[in-house]
């Protein structure tokens, strides 16, 4: 061939590739992209470039067969093992293994340390390969776990299933019939310890009828120590007792029998008494503390003080110590004192130990070995903050602290701060925080009262007294100077419940540099003049709280706290101050501030297995001012809508009532206030990788005034108030980073109060594809910490 001819031939090839359609090219396209998918999808499945000779191990399938065994029971069998089975196969998403991915990605690191170290390590996941897969073991370890819940005499049996390079293994497990508990028999002999342990079976987590479980038998073990232990045996341990079963009694039916052991100690059936309490109250590993001399020594009461720096003073301890000379040994007063001492605050490590004591008779002597914290120290905190109104932004905290000012734990601290808050969600026009102040607090490990006051807990009541102040500026609208004061007690009468009474709390607020546009705001809205009124707030307030949520194990925990607020109640009725009759009472030319104010908050959290969780929380609160004062003063009402409120409306934006706020003003966002306070919101949540989490969210409620108010109609609380709650909804990520959850929420408005009644449920003009409705609906919410 000549070359013009070869020359004419390609020009021909290349006008026929011109001329392809678009649809071929499509197609072409869509399979490059389909085979560029298939190759992510084989390199996130982990069996890319697997070891010669190994397989990727995908899991377990586990079946519980039989007609011996009901449904249900067999259900539960099934959770159990497949919570037993090892190894663990890599962690998927959706068919994906991504942590596998990174971690193959990630190489192999020269160093310890550094980013592909952190992301093969922390963040990737080791392939986990058949090799190490032991079927015969696994079948034993489910057939034990069966008869261990008393399905005796089941069989097992153990295969594995390959898919190219992936391997499942197989489990099935027969249970037979499963033995009950038909009688549980205790120690029938007089001897002291048998006699003890009788006495504990009232309590017994062996009940007739029962399933048998050896979980259960192992506690029961545990159980009876730890009475045991209430009642002088220090020596005593669980593995002085054994269990017998007799399966030979009836039918599927055993008998639990209860014995000491035969080799048990005479220390361990023997019953202690306390006899010298000693205390090292400057202990220190690396000096030589323990060496007393005459002077270091000090006899108080029942306990003997060796403090060679005459560091504390004796009367503390009288009330960390629940034991006296010859009490018998009990674990309660053992723990509780232990308790007391670590939340003094004041001692970095508390240590404890007793001994035989060398005297007639059965007798303990306890010591205890003290080790200070510094007296003082300093602190700097750099803090992420939040708040209602939507504001976020950092703070910089400087802490100055005394741990024993008086010789007497007393703890003092002097604080002060500064910092920035700028808002994220809805409007913002500049109108920012800048703060400043310094606050100073004593904390006196005991309550100062002429009253006794007795504890009977494992933490230590406290007084508590406060001063501060802060200075506040909002950009272009006004700055505030807040004075405070508190005197009050904290006490817990366990982990889950506490107390805080404040005899007194005092507030005195004063506006400074309000602005022209503020003040011409004002004209258009006369509620923002609450906000620039001088305040003197005084009274006592009271609060309760009751938590379990720190019981991880329970399906359902429960928060409630109830919050009283009394202020100028004693000084109303002392002055005869009366608002409506002209009588007003002022100190320091300042109207003081007389009202009662009630406040509920009742969470609930419902586990739904794995990491799933339903939240839920209502909030309802009441304020009534009179006497001095015509309305609640404004930092003491009730607000609405925010990042931590109803998420699908703008900070303080919601009512009151069928009140729209938003109409009197458009620079800045209105603080809308009320006398009552209903709210509601509940929340899903779900692990969806790792860190990451979700949640799916409605909040719903409002607020009231109780006075009609002609500047505000439809304020005003009514029969009618279920008409006019404000209901949003939304979903949003929380990013656990374990010291920090950051937290974005999305939501919109599906109720709005203030449009006419019968137009308020607006779900139906819901346009995700408008963006004049996302722009006036949709609220972005960024937030540290969770919502409740």
């Known amino acids: 061939m000549s070359l013009k001819s070869y020359l004419k031939k390609q020009k021909r090839k290349k006008n026929k590739i011109k001329n392809i359609p678009n649809s071929r090219l499509m197609n072409t396209n869509s399979t490059l992209y389909l085979l560029f998918i298939l190759l992510f999808v084989a390199s996130c499945s982990g069996t890319k470039n697997l070891p010669e000779g190994e397989l990727l191990y995908v899991g377990a399938k586990i079946k519980v067969e039989g007609d011996a065994t009901p449904k249900k029971e067999r259900k539960a069998l099934k959770a159990q093992f497949e919570a037993i089975v090892r190894p663990k196969s890599n962690s998927s998403f959706l068919g994906f293994r991504p942590k596998l991915f990174i971690y193959k990605i990630a190489g192999s690191p020269k160093k310890q340390k550094g980013f592909r170290y952190w992301l093969k390590n922390k963040v990737g996941e080791a392939p986990v390969y058949y090799s190490k897969v032991d079927l015969e073991y696994n079948k034993l370890v489910l057939q034990n776990n069966a ?41 029938q002999d007089s001897t002291i310890l048998s006699s003890a342990v009788r006495e504990t079976e009232d309590r017994s987590l062996l009940k007739k009828d029962q399933g048998y479980n050896l979980t259960t038998i192992k506690e029961e073990r545990l159980r009876i120590d730890a009475r045991l232990k209430e009642k002088g045996f220090y020596y005593f341990s669980p593995d002085y007792l054994k269990v017998q079963v007799d399966s030979t009694v009836a039918d599927h039916q055993v008998d639990l029998i209860v014995k000491v052991k035969k080799e048990t100690p005479p220390s361990a059936q023997s019953q202690y008494r306390i006899n010298d309490i000693i205390v090292y109250p400057n ?163 005991r309550i100062l009262s002429p009253f006794h006051f007795v504890s009977s807990g494992g933490f230590v009541p406290k007084t508590k007294a406060t001063l501060g102040y802060e200075f506040q500026n909002r950009t272009k609208l006004y700055s505030l100077q807040t004075f405070k004061g508190s005197f009050g007690y904290l006490w817990k009468e366990n982990e889950r419940k506490e107390h805080q009474f404040n005899i007194t709390e005092i507030t005195y607020a004063s506006p400074q540099n309000v602005t022209p546009l503020y003040q011409e705001k004002i004209i258009a809205n006369a509620s923002l003049g609450k906000v620039i009124e001088k305040q003197l707030i005084f009274g ?18 429960i928060y409630y706290k109830a919050s009283l607020d009394l202020a100028g109640n004693i000084s109303g009725l002392a002055t005869g101050a009366n608002l409506k009759k002209g009588d007003t009472i002022k100190v320091f030319s300042v109207p003081f501030s007389q009202f009662v104010k009630v406040e509920n908050e009742f969470r609930h959290y419902l586990k739904l297995g794995g990491e799933r969780q339903l939240a839920s929380r209502i909030i309802a609160g009441a304020g009534f001012a009179y006497g001095n004062s015509n309305e609640m003063p404004f930092i003491k009402q009730f607000f609405n809508g925010g990042t931590n409120s109803i998420r699908a409306f703008r900070a303080r934006s919601i009512g009151p009532g069928s009140f729209d706020g938003t109409t009197t003003t458009n620079t800045f966002l209105a603080d809308q206030s009320g006398d009552l306070k209903l709210e509601f919101s509940t929340e899903y949540r779900a692990k969806i990788y790792d860190i990451v989490k979700g949640a799916l969210f409605v909040d719903a409620g409002n607020i009231w005034l109780l006075k009609d108010n002609p500047d505000k109609p439809g304020a005003q609380f009514s029969k009618n108030f279920l008409q006019e709650l404000a209901v949003g909804v939304g979903a949003g990520l929380r990013f656990d980073f374990s010291f920090l959850v950051l937290r974005t929420d999305l939501a919109f408005p599906i109720r709005k109060p203030y449009l006419p009644e019968g137009d308020r449920w607006v779900l139906d003009e819901v346009r995700f594809g408008s963006s004049s409705w996302r722009k006036e609906n949709l609220v972005f919410n960024l937030a540290i910490g969770y919502p409740f």
Not at 405 to 427: D, M, N, P, R, Y
Not at 430 to 435: A, D, E, S
């Open 147 to 187: 008869e261990n819940n008393g399905y005796f005499n089941t069989r097992s049996t153990a295969d594995s299933t390959r898919h190219g390079k992936k391997v499942t293994a197989e489990y099935t497990v027969l249970p037979k019939i499963q033995y009950h508990i038909r009688a549980i028999k205790f120690p």
């Open 283 to 445: 202990y220190s590993i690396n000096a030589d503390s323990l060496v007393a001399t005459t002077d270091s020594v000090v006899k108080h009461n029942d306990i003997t003080i060796i403090d060679t720096e005459n560091i504390f003073k004796p009367r503390i301890f009288d009330r960390t110590f629940y034991f006296k000379k010859e009490d018998f040994y009990n674990r309660t007063n053992h723990n509780l004192s232990l308790n007391r001492l670590v939340n003094l605050g004041t001692f970095k490590f508390v240590k404890n130990q007793f001994t035989v004591a060398d005297t007639i008779g059965n007798y303990l002597d306890a010591y205890y070995y003290l080790t200070p914290l510094p007296k003082k120290s300093i602190r700097l905190e750099v803090l992420a903050k939040t708040n209602s109104a939507n504001y976020t932004g950092t703070e910089l905290n400087v802490n100055w602290s005394n741990r024993n000012v008086f010789k007497g734990a007393e703890l003092l601290t002097i604080s002060a701060f500064g910092g920035l808050e700028v808002q994220v969600s809805g409007l913002n026009n500049g109108f920012n925080v800048y703060r400043f102040g310094t606050e100073a607090n004593l904390v006196w490990p």
């Open 540 to 557: 006592p307030t009271y609060s309760y709280t009751y938590t379990n949520t720190m019981e991880t194990r329970r399906k359902n925990n």
